[in-house]
């Protein structure tokens, strides 16, 4: 567990337009969904997880885990999740003051993100930290003060942001860097093609060290 005890947000509530509909969490690979692999990545790194989704939350019930809509109405996108976590921290989980975000499509997270991320900020002196292999920043993957969600409110629905790297500028974002070879830990599926990579992916490298 970090020293900043954190709680961490699967967002699962992307349509999946690009792989026909449903749930991509529940794409299997490796003999387990995504959503599986992305728990048993978090669970030994984050104090408590939630899942933001939309829709029935009873599709999620098998996991046990509290499952939260955007909280920020007639708008689909991430900064909605995560003000959704950010808002369900502070109501039912008021001692943590961190929340780590990732996507519920990737499944080769790394073991070691939610440290990574908090030395990355502590080292930067920022407020805010995010994920990068090789050149691509994921600004999906990131450290949200609880303390900031109410800033982030007023950009949601004041201002109409949509885009996380906007407001993330504004207040500064440490980087944390991991190599793209020969597993991109950040490497999501999207599409069918996409599925088929990560099921060879992890037929090859899922005995690999984060």
């Not at 690979?29 to 992305?38: E, K, Y």
């Not at 500064?172 to 060879?200: H, K, L, M, Q, S």
Request: charged share 20%.
């Amino acid at each position: 567990m970090s020293n900043s005890p954190t709680l961490g947000l699967v967002l699962a509530g992307g349509l999946a337009r690009r792989m026909g509909g449903g749930d991509k969490a529940r794409i299997r690979v490796g003999g387990a969904t995504i959503l599986a692999r992305v728990l048993a990545c978090l669970k030994p790194q984050c104090e408590r997880i939630i899942i933001n989704a939309n829709g029935d939350p009873a599709r999620f019930a098998d996991t046990g885990l509290p499952v939260v809509a955007d909280s920020v109405p007639d708008f689909a996108g991430p900064l909605a999740g995560i003000l959704a976590g950010l808002d369900w921290v502070a109501a039912h989980a008021p001692q943590l003051e961190w929340l780590l975000s990732v996507p519920g499509d990737c499944p080769f997270l790394p073991k070691n993100l939610l440290a990574r991320l908090h030395d990355a900020r502590l080292a930067e002196g920022t407020p805010l930290a995010c994920a990068r292999s090789g050149e691509w920043r994921h600004p999906v993957v990131g450290l949200w003060p609880v303390k900031m969600r109410e800033d982030l409110r007023h950009a949601l629905t004041q201002e109409g942001l949509h885009k996380i790297e906007i407001w993330t500028a504004r207040h500064g974002i440490a980087i944390a860097d991991w190599p793209a070879e020969p597993v991109d830990p950040f490497f999501n599926v999207n599409t069918p093609d996409d599925a088929a990579r990560a099921e060879a992916l992890a037929a090859r490298y899922d005995t690999r060290e984060a």
